[in-house]
């Protein structure tokens, strides 16, 4: 049984790219031959929203050629109301603390499907106390929750966010689950085996909702035999907008010819392929000998040679004239100077010199206190 697997859209009247976005997972699904779509949360940002967009919605999952699982996130909690109406081929799995279905797709295979919609103040390992499954490789759990994995990390760290949401562990789906479909992570597609035969996935948003969700978008395909477990796991790069960005550091050692020179270098590389669905974000900040205004004009300047090549550019330039900061701080001058040096001869490495300039940044930007 081939799924294809999507979450995390937000859907909104006020943000139709992200309907595109519903399309494009809806058109890849039935390009790459999926029987089933699995969307583990966060369909619509609101109930609101979801009251709102419900019939564009079910016309777009009609054009799907397989069936629609669908479980609600903490965003659309309560907008899966059991009339609501998502189509004839979308199960909704909204029960509490668990749903299970049994999908048989076109081939006549055949899996169990649970569902285990976001629970607040909960764990997945609580919502499936006591649940057995005879077939474990004839399984598969769609969750909408933080993914804690078993050597120690936790997803949400790295996407900043401080605490999880309806923690999933690797215990509660070891040995039950052939295949775990998570959703709430945005920032990127993340996906492991825990064995040679299941695995667990987030697709990430298939477009960016937020400007920290970074790189090219994908869906999540995954080829199951039941029986036999997961055999294959890809993503599936999908046609919608996103969003790179690109940092530039400026030293106290570099003139602002030396930055705009590098940077100008850095924007050729990173728009040498134009592309209509990428936004850029440029970020230039440290310190100039020039005058602040004067620089940041010849930063936009150098970002509109580029500008043809995306969707749009987005600027924030936040760089101190050396000379005026001095004026301030005049006791910076001896720590400015030894960072200089530092720098001018390649005497501290990358790090340190990065962890140095930072912090003259910051002691510069505390003038006044
Ligand atoms: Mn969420």
Wanted: hydrophobic fraction near 40%; aromatic fraction near 6%.
């Amino acid at each position: 049984m081939r799924f294809l697997q999507a979450s995390d859209f937000h859907l909104r009247p006020d943000a139709p790219h992200r309907l595109d976005a519903l399309r494009e997972v809806v058109r890849r699904a039935n390009a790459e031959g999926a029987g089933v779509l699995l969307i583990p949360g966060d369909l619509f940002d609101s109930p609101e929203a979801a009251e709102a967009l419900r019939v564009e919605v079910r016309d777009i999952l009609e054009t799907f050629d397989g069936k629609t699982i669908v479980i609600p996130g903490n965003h659309d909690l309560t907008a899966f109301a059991p009339e609501a109406d998502y189509g004839r081929s979308t199960i909704v799995l909204a029960g509490s603390p668990y749903s299970e279905q049994i999908i048989r797709d076109a081939t006549g295979d055949e899996v169990r499907v649970f569902g285990v919609p976001y629970q607040d103040g909960a764990t997945l390992g609580q919502a499936l106390a006591g649940v057995q499954i005879d077939d474990p490789l004839g399984a598969v759990l769609l969750a909408h929750g933080t993914f804690e994995g078993g050597r120690t990390f936790s997803l949400a760290e790295l996407e900043g966010e401080e605490e999880a949401y309806f923690p999933i562990r690797e215990n509660d789906l070891k040995g039950r689950f052939a295949y775990g479909a998570l959703g709430h992570l945005h920032a990127r597609t993340t996906f492991d085996r825990w064995s040679a035969d299941a695995a667990w996935g987030y697709a990430g948003s298939p477009v960016a909702v937020t400007r920290g969700e970074l790189g090219l978008r994908h869906a999540i395909l995954v080829d199951l035999e039941p029986g036999v477990g997961v055999r294959d796991l890809r993503p599936v790069r999908l046609n919608t907008d996103y969003w790179e960005s690109l940092d530039v550091q400026a030293a106290p050692w570099e003139t602002a010819d030396a930055v705009l020179a590098r940077l100008h270098l850095e924007l050729a590389a990173a728009s040498s392929e134009a592309d209509p669905r990428r936004g850029l974000r440029l970020k230039v900040e440290g310190w100039t000998d020039d005058n602040e205004a004067d620089f940041r004009s010849r930063v936009e300047a150098e970002l509109d040679r580029v500008r043809e090549a995306h969707r749009e550019v987005d600027l924030d330039v936040t760089v101190r004239t050396i000379a005026l900061v001095l004026s301030e701080r005049p006791e910076l001058e001896d720590l400015l100077a030894r960072v200089k040096r530092l720098g001018e001869e390649r005497q501290a490495d990358e790090e340190t010199l990065r962890t140095a300039v930072g912090l003259l940044v910051e002691a510069a930007g505390g003038g006044g206190s």
